[in-house]
């Protein structure tokens, strides 16, 4: 049986004020990298970790794990930012 278009969007006001404040985990991921325990080991201040993507490539935005968007790194107020191009 297909709701009605008013009882959707009544549902889903709804949902947004019973989940509306919950926090989630956001991360942005860069890039990854394999290193071996050795190499985890001898890491100190100054050295770099290689990662699989380049400085052009897009960022990942991920919410609990699991990703919903991707940007590209800007800066906002002297500080990182994301601008997103992908939803979804």
């Given at each position: 049986m297909e709701i009605m278009t008013k009882e959707k969007d009544e549902l889903g006001t709804d949902r947004r004020r019973l989940v509306?404040?919950?926090?989630?985990?956001?991360?942005?991921?860069?890039g990854t990298g394999?290193?071996?325990?050795a190499e985890l080991e001898k890491l100190g201040p100054g050295?770099?970790?290689p990662l699989d993507r380049s400085p052009a490539d897009?960022?990942?935005?991920?919410v609990n794990g699991k990703t919903i968007a991707r940007g590209e790194i800007v800066t906002?107020?002297?500080?990182f930012a994301i601008r997103l191009t992908?939803?979804?």
């Open positions: 509306g404040h919950v926090e989630v985990a956001c991360e942005a991921i860069l394999t290193l071996t325990i050295d770099t970790v897009w960022v990942d935005v991920r906002l107020d002297g500080k992908e939803v979804g």
